[in-house]
């Protein structure tokens, strides 16, 4: 197991302005509903709390942050030439999509949630594709989400327009399978999770008995084991002093990205980028879940922060900025 040890210079109580209000950690806690906070420097434990009857042992439902690590397990399949590269077209790995609005994108169109397929995100709108694909997730029928993205049409040309899609990161996680011809979980828990030393089992909901894993969420892990993943990505997927990921993955991955049109996007390969002017500066980005999951890492202070949240909305319920949170504990460490 990779110990975390306590750092001698623990977190103080931290404070920051939002819209000219003074706020401190508490606050944060408190308002943005969260139920579980860690802040790793250098390796070491600065702060941790448990709310709400969650312990240390506590397996936490990731939401989107599941979507960082599919697309990490994309780049470790692309560093062992199982997956043929950003440019490879999706449809080669699954032929499920083959003749469908996804049949001519490529790997990176995907990763970077720009195929041009028409999806709908609005998880408060029973009608909405994001509650279809939860559906055919709940209905644990063989295949339902592959046949679910592949009736989609074609709404843009790939690579020429961005829009979020847990049903993408669905597609991803078939083209990981396909690639490496193995569960993902089995991949995640060879490549990542025992080598790497997390101390806990984690569970990844599937699409069906003994079926597929949901892409786009669907992980549920302990809270230092999350920290430990944050620390793999920030140490350049180094297992043994030695990348199991792509030379400069994790640098291109979170980082913005470009349209086909040069437009840029304040989005990687599925990893939100910073959007504050002081996580800009560090380069520091973040793994985000609806309802408060966030793992937010920075490069240049060599800090990673994991919250659990349990907000009553998928969306719209963050009194707090996050980010700025994160960067104000980021400082203060510095």
Known sequence: MLPLPKSDKPLGNVTFEIEGKKNDLYDFIALDSITAL??????????????????????????????????????????????????????????????????????????????????????????????????????????????????????????????YSTGETQVLGEIVRGAIKKPLADYLSEKIWVPFGMEADANWWLDSPDGHEIGGSGISATLRDYGRFGLFFLNEGKIGGTSILPDGWTKEASLPTKLKDGSKLDYGYMWWTGWTMPSIADGAYAAIGIQGQNIYINPAKNVVIVTFGAQPKPTGKEPIDPMVVFDAVAAALD
């Open 38 to 163: 860690l802040v790793l420097k250098d390796g070491k434990i600065a702060y941790e709390t448990y709310q709400r009857g969650n312990t240390e042992k506590t397996r936490w439902m990731s939401m989107s942050v599941a979507k960082s690590i599919t697309s990490t397990l994309a780049a470790i399949a692309m560093k062992e030439g199982l997956l043929a590269g950003l440019d490879a077209s999706v449809a080669d790995y699954v032929p499920a999509l083959k003749g469908s609005a996804y049949d001519g994108t490529s790997v990176r169109d995907v990763l970077m949630m720009s195929s041009g397929v028409r999806w709908n995100e609005t998880y408060t709108d029973p009608d909405s594709d994001r509650r279809a694909l939860l559906k055919s997730q709940i209905s644990q029928v063989p295949g339902s989400a592959m046949k679910l993205m592949a009736s989609l049409p074609r709404a843009a040309e790939p690579g020429t327009v961005n829009n």
